[in-house]
């Protein structure tokens, strides 16, 4: 098996299992690889798709009491109509967010100011110009905020194409940020099953079941759902998978 090559990828790997870790997966086959109760899917496979398969969303319905349209309707709105959880590097798409990298930070007695000279980086807007894509800036600040504090960073950011907060990692049934952020980098599947677990942990299954787009809508996205007509675009949208049948 080839070694790690993408810079990223690598550097959320390190983080979870450590450099003498990592050397070790290096020559390890294909397969679950567990480290400190960190489930790491290792492999020249290890991102097997970028695409949700129709066997995808019938196991998360099943799982969560709803029919396969009303997950494909609910992927569809809040995913966007190719659900890409992926950037073109293999990398989980993710939004590192500062202030509750500062608020976390507070709460744990963490000072940064004392880091904000040496990680520029992290306390500054993402730097497209410099780094050349979105996606690369925020790995960057990213990055330099695991420097600091790797569990805290990984907390801070939002991961794959339903944008979960890595500190929702125990609702969404992982035992810590690492694994939630190993089953991220694995597949849209793992991404979407991270998400009906989310659902299920916070009660909001109920809503699906009974169709109830508004009340999920304003549950998950806040009281500005309406301004982005989510529970409308829900119902447009499971109409269509419906009809499909």
């Not at 496979?45 to 019938?58: E, I």
Request: with cysteine; glycine share 6%.
């Amino acid at each position: 098996m080839k070694p790690f090559s993408n810079r990223w990828l690598r550097a959320l790997l390190l983080a979870a299992v450590g450099a003498t870790g990592l050397s070790a997966l290096a020559s390890t086959p294909p397969a679950e690889v567990h480290n400190d109760s960190v489930r790491l899917i290792v492999g020249c496979d290890s991102l097997r798709y970028r695409t949700l398969t129709h066997d995808d969303f019938v196991a998360v319905a099943e799982d969560l009491g709803v029919d396969v349209p009303t997950i494909r309707a609910v992927a569809y709105v809040e995913a966007g109509k190719a659900c890409e959880g992926f950037n073109p590097d293999n990398t989980p798409v993710i939004n590192f967010d500062l202030t509750m990298f500062q608020r976390f930070a507070a709460k744990r007695g963490i000072n940064l100011s004392k880091y904000r000279k040496k990680y520029p980086v992290v306390f500054s807007p993402p730097n497209i110009k410099r780094y050349g894509s979105y996606q690369s800036a925020q790995y960057a600040r990213l990055e330099a905020a695991m420097q600091i504090n790797k569990q805290l960073a990984m907390e801070s950011t939002f991961w794959g194409m339903f944008q979960i907060g890595g500190f929702n990692y125990k609702l969404c049934g992982c035992k810590s940020v690492e694994e939630f952020v190993s089953l991220m980098s694995y597949s849209c599947g793992e991404q979407l099953e991270l998400f009906a677990r989310l659902i299920k942990a916070v009660k909001y299954d109920g809503y699906l079941r009974r169709h109830e787009w508004a009340k999920f809508s304003a549950a998950y996205n806040g009281p500005g759902y309406r301004k982005r007509k989510y529970d409308v675009r829900m119902a447009a949208a499971y109409r269509k998978f419906a009809a499909e049948k």
